[in-house]
């Protein structure tokens, strides 16, 4: 990080915001513009305008930390402001900001929903239609450390005994897995995997509200048997999110972790690092135990929306297709290590140099990722399954209590924001103008 | 009105005085006031605008009256309220006296009872999260040399510990500001008061319960007034410190209102929980000034 | 003015709810105000430190002595970051806000506490209704009515809204303070001829300095720390304040904790300059003695 790094993303605001010539076009872009991935930036956007003149486009910094920028895009979007052009939303925000009228739909300027990762479109699909393209993609990924667990496990409770044998040798690292378990939604994308894991869900393709059936009582009583049963999980990791978990395992205090794939850079920095080279990443295995179980990732990751009261929607569409074609992913993957949600890059050789875990397993993870609930409601819905869940997991309730009482909830709010059908017919047209005699209850 | 008497322009001055403060704050509070009211008797749900914004009247604060979770926050807010404004008025106090001496080293005194103040919420929130991690935090390392702990405790996954860090972190950073509202008010005590007191044989203890606190009144209803609306929109502290957790143990209301104004998107119902609070601040307000017998009005 | 002696040590008990005699009382009050000095610094000097330690080392083990120091963070701020302008902005901000809050409360704290005019209560009662909205639901409709003033981004866009909130308290706190203040000595200077305008700020003036003081301190700091306004109220680093800037730090998962404490450290230097330079003020001292006499 120098000065001309940083300052670049500046300086390039500052020279746009000089000569402009009436007839130009203008396009704002909010989205991450933080270090590297500023300077990055900034290189893509200029590339941009050299392609089209005509069109300028400049950088307005937003919050990456996702509820303030999602509580700024609430505020403009609310105001009908058509500032920022570009919006980057968060994966589950894509449906609320369809629903609310606050993005453009996609499909009539035919996007090659074909060449990315399945999962990453059906996450920004919301009544039929494509609202946002995936611009890079994350996935929840197990860690482990090589020098004590040398081989990937294939399951989830060969983790937890591989957790248990290191931990209780001696000399071995305080922690056996550390993962994100504070309420907040961090805590909902470790359960996703765990869900998988068994042959879980959430909701099911009709609609319906799954979260309480055996198969998911029995992943949350496994995440639970890792706190107090086998104990591989210590307790502390009910209050951390991303950062003291990476630091837990970077410090070399810990055998599993699971978390993104943004710590692997500063892992393999010797200098801040003890695990550097003493690590490797894969995707989070099944249980053993359960006949449905399947691998399975959270997917997280950033995509680029069009603000629906902007004035420009064909330029805006050219430069998010723009920053979602196969040379720009490539690029800001050699230069930040985020990985491409375009399948046919993981067969290009120069992605491989780019990120550090080996593509098959990325590729994997991808593939096998799952999106959690599509539904504008999602907040609602996360917020009180994070609730109910950390209950159970802080030993306030039973796992069977926990879910009975979340399913319970998330139906009740299903029914009184009228959702239901909507949910079930995925696929369908969106409900039509404003019924002015009343509300859906 | 009759406008030769000196009534009649005596008004007409304190109106002239009071007009530019009254302008600003019309000028920017009216509007977001009067829109929180009226959203608060509709139904808006800005994900979905196909339901329009249906006037609805009191549904929104039905809603809020049948809503456990609701109930649940007011209980924390209230809890919380009580013991961080009891703590910091019992430090505040002492503070203030201490920075009202004479003694040497009382101008660094005066800055460092500032410094907590003076940082920003969201820094103080992370300090005392530091302060009390069960790794590596100051806390469970002096507690377990003391010999009160066996092992590390993590504080922030039971309720009732969970408690603690957050008064304190309130408590360290608020007393700055009751101390020095409670010094303003230790200068307007006319210090003949004293003299006389201790030439009639009074001793420190007596002179502090007859001549201090009673004259101090209007400066602990202004601290009581000011320290409980903020208790009462704590927001920042507990976010970043527990995000109203574990389960929802801390969550205060401003956190819920938060919550379903900007997370969940429900403005009718976000804008009824606001002036929910408005209202029990303001009674609590008034019950301040009744209970402290001081008249708004004035004195004479 | 004798005074400052006879106060401290005649309450110096107050925390220890028993009489004593003078010297055992001065020395448990000693004792007291010595560990309220240590509760209060100790975080502070805690985050000084830890702001010279590198990420890694503050998980790893954090320590109460400072191990292996760093100025990493420091030079971020300045050359990787900006963080000279968003000082500036808070500089202006905040000083613009306190400086009209100060006159603007001030008159009105006059006119209620010194003059008859029928409306004082409910006056008084507005004033301070306005702050007990949380800020979270007054924000989206604030955001409105400065878009339609087009203050958005604008230092007018801050000042006016913080003056609203920070009004109130100005106004109580000078309300109960001249209030307290007798009379007489404006009355016999009426008699001697000086208009109202000379009794207010010859000798009213002179004697609400501490609360003026006071009120102007904590004004600043309320100003200077504010964060949800300043980030919906901005759109840019030329009028981002410093909590917006230290937010900006963040990745969405990444905290730089070193330079967030080294920004905060920093941020919390003028602050302290400024308490530093008006703490004698905010007592009565000297100032008011020779008119009192």
Known sequence: MNLRASLAPLAFCLACSRAAPSNETVLTFSGSALGAEGTLVAKQLKRFMQLNPGIRVELQRTPDDASQRHQLYVQWLNARVGNPSILQLDVVWTPEFAAAGWVLPLDRYEPEKSKFFPATITANTWAGQLYALPWFADVGLLYRRTDLV???????????????????????????????????????????????????????????????????????????????????????????????????????????????????????????????????????????????????????????????????????????????????????????????????????????????????????????????????????????????????????????????????????????????????????????????????? | MRRVSRLGSEARLGWTLVAPALAVIALIAIFPLGWTFWESLHLHELRMPWLGKPFIGLANYVEIAKDPRFWAALGHTAFFTVVSISLELLIGLFLALAMNRVFRGRGF?????????????????????????????????????????????????????????????????????????????????????????????????????????????????????????????????????????????????ALYTFNALLQNLRFGYGSALSVVIFVITFALAMFYVRGLGVRLGGEE | MSGGRAVGGAAGNVAHRRTAPRSRGSWVFAAALILLMLFTLFPFYWAIVASFTSDAALFRDPSLWPQHLIFDHYRALFTDRDFITPIRNSLIVAGTTTIFCLVVGTLAAYALARLEFRGKAPIMAFILAVTMFPQISIVSPLYLLLRSLHLIDTYPGLIMPYMTFAMPLTVWVLTGSIRQIPRDLEEAAHVDGATRRQSFTKILLPLAVPSLATTGILTFIYCWNEFLFALSFTLGPERQTVPVAIALFR??????????????????????????????????????????G
């Open chain 1, 150 to 441: 040398p081989n990937e496990p294939s399951s989830l409770e060969e983790v937890v005994a591989d957790a248990k044998r290191e931990t209780t040798k001696r000399g071995g690292p305080r922690y056996g897995i550390v993962f994100q378990g504070a309420r907040y939604e961090g805590l909902i994308t470790g359960f996703v995997e765990y869900l998988g894991a068994f042959g879980a869900r959430i909701i099911d393709d009709s609609g319906e509200v799954v979260v309480n059936r055996p198969e998911a009582v029995r992943a949350l009583e496994f995440m639970r048997d890792e706190l107090y049963g086998s104990k591989v999980a210590p307790l502390e990791v009910l209050t951390w999110h991303e950062e003291e978990a990476r630091f837990a395992f970077q410090n070399g205090n810990a055998v599993f972790m699971r978390n993104w794939p943004y710590p692997v850079a500063a892992m393999s920095d010797t200098a801040q690092s003890k695990v550097a080279g003493k690590f490797a990443v894969s995707p989070i295995p099944k249980s053993a135990t359960a006949p449905n179980g399947h691998s399975t990732a959270a997917l997280g990751g950033a995509q680029l929306a069009i603000n629906a009261y902007t004035d420009h929607p064909e330029a805006a569409y050219k430069l998010i297709a723009y920053l979602t074609a196969p040379e720009q992913m490539l690029e800001r993957a050699q230069a930040v290590g985020q990985y491409p949600t375009r399948f046919g890059l993981y067969d290009d050789p120069r992605l491989a140099g780019a990120i550090s875990i080996p593509l098959e397993s990325a590729r994997r993870a991808i593939e096998s990722a799952t999106p959690r609930p599509v539904t504008p409601i999602y907040t609602e819905l996360s917020e009180i399954l994070q609730i109910e869940l950390h209950r159970a997991l802080v030993r306030q309730a039973e796992p069977k209590e926990a879910l009975d009482a979340a399913a319970a909830r998330i139906n009740a709010v299903i029914d009184r924001t009228g959702m239901r059908k909507l949910m079930r017919a995925r696929f369908a047209p969106p409900p039509q103008a404003p019924d002015t005699n009343g509300h859906g209850e």
């Open chain 2, 109 to 253: 005194v005066r800055a460092a009872v500032l410094v907590p103040w003076a940082i920003p919420t969201v820094v103080a929130a992370l300090l005392w999260r530091f302060i009390f991690e069960s790794q590596g935090g100051i806390v469970n390392a002096l507690m377990i040399k003391a010999g009160f702990l066996d092992q590390p405790m993590v504080w922030f996954i039971e309720a009732s510990t969970a408690w603690v860090p957050v008064i304190l972190a309130d408590v360290w950073k608020t007393t700055p500001f009751v101390a020095l509202l409670l010094l303003a008010g230790l200068q307007n005590i006319d210090l003949s008061l004293y003299e006389a007191a201790a030439v009639d044989g009074a001793n420190a203890w007596w002179q502090l319960r007859h001549i201090t606190l009673p004259l101090l009144k209007p400066a602990i209803l202004v601290t009581l007034i000011f320290r409980t609306l903020d208790g009462f929109r704590v927001f920042d502290l507990i976010y970043v410190l527990t995000g109203g957790g574990p389960g929802t143990s801390t969550e205060p209301v």
């Open chain 3, 251 to 292: 990745g969405q998962y990444q905290v730089p904790w070193g330079e967030i404490l080294a920004a905060a450290v920093v941020a919390t230097a003028p602050v302290a300059a400024m308490v530093l330079v008006f703490q004698r003020r905010i007592v009565q001292g000297l100032t008011a003695g020779a008119v009192k």
